[in-house]
């Protein structure tokens, strides 16, 4: 690993902890996009998760993961979150 790829490490961690944005292709909309899912719960997770289906670059993983953090909060029903996952993928 070289130094360059180190810094670049170091600073992407810094924007994932500290400026709560998520690092991807998409920049800051995924951040506006995990914020609607908090606004719009389940039927958030199923519309973001059908999009991705229908060809937008939208990672599913990302959001799972999201929506796990979410019911880990209590914020979300995890078998809920997960059947309509699945109806959405």
Same mark, same amino acid.
């Given at each position: 690993?070289?130094?360059?790829? $180190?810094?670049?490490?170091?600073? &992407? *961690? ?10 991807? %292709? ?19 997770? $199923?519309?973001?998760?059908?999009? &991705? *289906? ?10 799972? %993961? ?14 809920y979150a997960i059947?309509?996952? $699945?109806?959405?993928?």
């Amino acid at each position: 690993m070289e130094i360059t790829d $180190f810094i670049s490490y170091i600073e &992407g *961690i810094y924007f994932v902890i500290v400026k709560n944005y998520s690092i991807d %292709a998409e920049g800051k909309q995924m951040h506006s996009l995990l914020v609607n899912i908090t606004t719009y719960s389940y039927f958030g997770i $199923f519309v973001a998760l059908a999009l &991705g *289906i229908l060809g937008l670059p939208i990672p599913d993983e990302t959001l799972m %993961a999201y929506a796990g953090f979410l019911a880990f909060q209590g914020k979300f029903n995890f078998l809920y979150a997960i059947m309509v996952a $699945f109806i959405g993928t």
